[in-house]
C-alpha cells in the first residue's frame, strides 16, 4: 500500500482546506448544464463529487478514530465512484450547496479538532496503516472528485 506524500502543512489546515476548495468550486455548480464530467471510466456531477467527498471524510474519519482507539477500522462498503446515482445527476441548486457547505465545514471541523488534539509523535503514529497525518494528507486528495466537475462560472470574455 502506497503512503500519502506529507509535507509540512498542519494536517488540520490540509482537511480544512480541501473543504474550503471544494466549496469554492461548488460556488459555481448552480450554472451546471446536467452533463455528467467523465474522467477514465467514470463520470462525475456537482451532487457525486460532494457525495464522494463526503464519504471521503467519514470513511477515513472512522478509520481514525479507531486506530487511535487501538481497535481495527470497520472495513469499507462504499461503492465509490464507479456507481452514480439517480440523485447524482440531479440539478444543483443553491439550496444543494447551502446544504453542501454545512455538511463539508462541519465534516472539516470534527477532523480539525481531531488533529490539533495529537501530539506530533501522535499524528505520525502507525498501527499498520496509515498515520493520522498520512490520513489527513489523503482525504485532501479526494478534492480532485470537484475538480473533475471544476468551475463552472461563465467565462466574461477578456
Same mark, same amino acid.
Given at each position: ?6 509535507? $509540512? ?11 474550503? $476548495? &471544494? ?10 448544464? #446536467?452533463?455528467?464530467?467523465? @474522467?477514465? $471510466? ?6 457525486? /463529487?460532494?457525495?464522494?467527498?463526503? $464519504? *471521503?471524510? &467519514? +470513511? *477515513?474519519?472512522?478509520? =481514525?478514530?479507531?486506530?487511535? /482507539? #487501538? !481497535?481495527?477500522? =470497520?472495513?469499507?462498503?462504499? *461503492?465509490?465512484?464507479? !456507481?452514480?446515482? %439517480? %440523485?447524482? =445527476?440531479?440539478?444543483?441548486? %443553491? ?6 457547505? @454545512?455538511?463539508?465545514?462541519?465534516? %472539516? ?6 488533529? +490539533? @488534539? ?9 498501527? #499498520? ?5 498520512? =490520513?489527513?494528507? *489523503?482525504?485532501?486528495? @479526494? ?16
Amino acid at each position: 500500500m502506497f503512503s500519502p506524500l506529507t509535507d $509540512d502543512r498542519t494536517p488540520s489546515s490540509v482537511v480544512t482546506g480541501l473543504v474550503d $476548495d &471544494v466549496l469554492a468550486l461548488a460556488e459555481t455548480w448552480p450554472a451546471w448544464d #446536467g452533463t455528467p464530467r467523465p @474522467s477514465g $471510466d467514470r463520470v462525475y456531477t456537482p451532487h457525486k /463529487a460532494i457525495r464522494r467527498v463526503a $464519504d *471521503h471524510l &467519514v +470513511d *477515513h474519519l472512522a478509520e =481514525l478514530e479507531a486506530t487511535l /482507539a #487501538g !481497535v481495527d477500522p =470497520l472495513p469499507d462498503h462504499w *461503492h465509490a465512484s464507479a !456507481v452514480t446515482t %439517480a %440523485a447524482d =445527476l440531479a440539478e444543483f441548486t %443553491a439550496e444543494d450547496l447551502a446544504e453542501a457547505r @454545512s455538511r463539508l465545514t462541519r465534516l %472539516a471541523e470534527i477532523w480539525r479538532l481531531r488533529l +490539533d @488534539s495529537l501530539t506530533d509523535e501522535e499524528l505520525d503514529k502507525s498501527t #499498520g496503516g496509515w498515520s493520522p497525518r498520512e =490520513l489527513a494528507f *489523503h482525504v485532501a486528495e @479526494s478534492v480532485y472528485y470537484a475538480e473533475v466537475v471544476g468551475n463552472l462560472a461563465p467565462r466574461t470574455p477578456a
